[in-house]
């Protein structure tokens, strides 16, 4: 009787075993599962240069960053995590009014995709992103209002980008404004003029027998000559005026705001400079004078054209006249 009793209280061996059994095993598979989902997840977020990022609007509180972030940041998530303002505070000074403005704009819009703003790493180094955002609202009253986004470091394209647009703007010799750039602003800045009322001087600069200076010292130092030029251009013209090489050894350049006897003193301390230049080319010294047309927008001007024919007749009219001179138009 105790034998029996005893059989009877061992543990069952039977189809309930069996299936608790197999429950245990299924859910230590779907742990298994999940574990490699979750280390797989980690190891794509760790692989991706970009922020995601979400955000509690009412409290002001970020509630993810991804690992990106302190790489591209160089701060830590969590202290971010803790204070939203570690974000704010990298953004670059100038474009922190436009990067809260167009945060907030996603509350109406749902999706802002065409921010673009930089920020100062911890490093100091300055970086360009793009960071795309939208809403999350929850369907029931009162519920968060959640921001997601992904911010993209794009500091490699805005660098291609400039570069490509400097490569397409400048001569290459000079560094100054080719001709398109050159007339592209100077048409800019003739409309300006015209809706401000404001004066507009246009003026033409042509090297004196540049063809010589060739001829006998050889095509480098020419190059070297129309280098100076474009040294001398800049450094004569006040901040705001357009300076450019328009052909073999013209220049070109506009005076925006600035009246005829203004234009005339521009030009003749950029005479000045060029007179004052002297060049070195196998023990021989050499000077160079310039002829230059000068001429300022008038009522009958419809078109920054107009300028430049009078500019470029002026300009050629000082060259019959004896060269190294300014004549206005």
């Known amino acids: 009787m105790a034998q029996k009793n005893l059989q009877d209280s061992s543990p069952s061996h039977g189809p309930e075993a069996a299936q608790t059994l197999i429950a245990l095993m299924h859910a230590q598979s779907e742990v298994a599962r999940l574990s490699e989902r979750e280390q797989l997840l980690n190891t794509l977020l760790m692989s991706v240069n970009a922020v995601l990022w979400a955000f509690d609007w009412e409290t002001r509180q970020v509630l993810y960053v991804s690992p990106a972030y302190e790489r591209i940041f160089g701060r830590s998530a969590d202290r971010l995590l803790v204070d939203c303002n570690q974000w704010r505070d990298s953004i670059y000074p100038d474009d922190l009014d436009y990067a809260e403005r167009s945060l907030a704009e996603v509350l109406d819009k749902g999706a802002v995709e065409d921010r673009e703003y930089?920020?100062?790493?911890?490093?100091?180094?300055?970086?360009?992103?793009s960071d795309k955002c939208y809403v999350n609202r929850q369907a029931e009253p009162g519920q968060p209002v959640i921001i997601v986004g992904i911010a993209e470091d794009i500091t490699d394209k805005k660098r291609?980008?400039?570069?490509?647009?400097?490569?397409?703007?400048?001569?290459?010799?000079?560094?100054?404004?080719?001709?398109?750039?050159?007339?592209?602003c100077a048409h800019q800045e003739?409309?300006?003029?015209?809706?401000?009322?404001?004066?507009?001087?246009?003026?033409?600069?042509?090297?004196d027998d540049f063809k010589i200076i060739n001829d006998t010292y050889g095509h480098q130092e020419g190059d070297n000559v129309l280098q100076c030029i474009a040294d001398s251009g800049r450094a004569a013209l006040r901040r705001g005026d357009l300076f450019g090489r328009i052909g073999g050894e013209e220049f070109a350049a506009v005076f925006p705001g600035c009246t005829p006897q203004m234009a005339l003193q521009v030009a003749?301390?950029?005479?000045?400079?060029?007179?004052?230049?002297?060049?070195?080319?196998?023990?021989?010294?050499?000077?160079?004078?310039?002829?230059q047309g000068l001429t300022c927008l008038s009522a009958a001007d419809e078109n920054v054209e107009n300028l430049f024919s009078r500019a470029d007749a002026a300009m050629y009219r000082a060259k019959r006249e004896g060269k190294n001179r300014i004549v206005t138009a």
């Open 160 to 184: 291609m980008e400039s570069e490509l647009h400097r490569l397409a703007t400048t001569d290459a010799l000079t560094q100054s404004s080719n001709r398109r750039h050159f007339f592209e």
């Open 268 to 291: 003749e301390r950029l005479q000045q400079q060029i007179q004052r230049m002297r060049f070195t080319h196998e023990g021989q010294t050499f000077g160079i004078t310039v002829s």
């Open 190 to 207: 003739f409309a300006h003029a015209r809706q401000r009322g404001q004066p507009l001087s246009f003026l033409m600069l042509d090297i």
């Open 118 to 129: 930089r920020i100062i790493a911890a490093d100091g180094q300055v970086r360009w992103l």
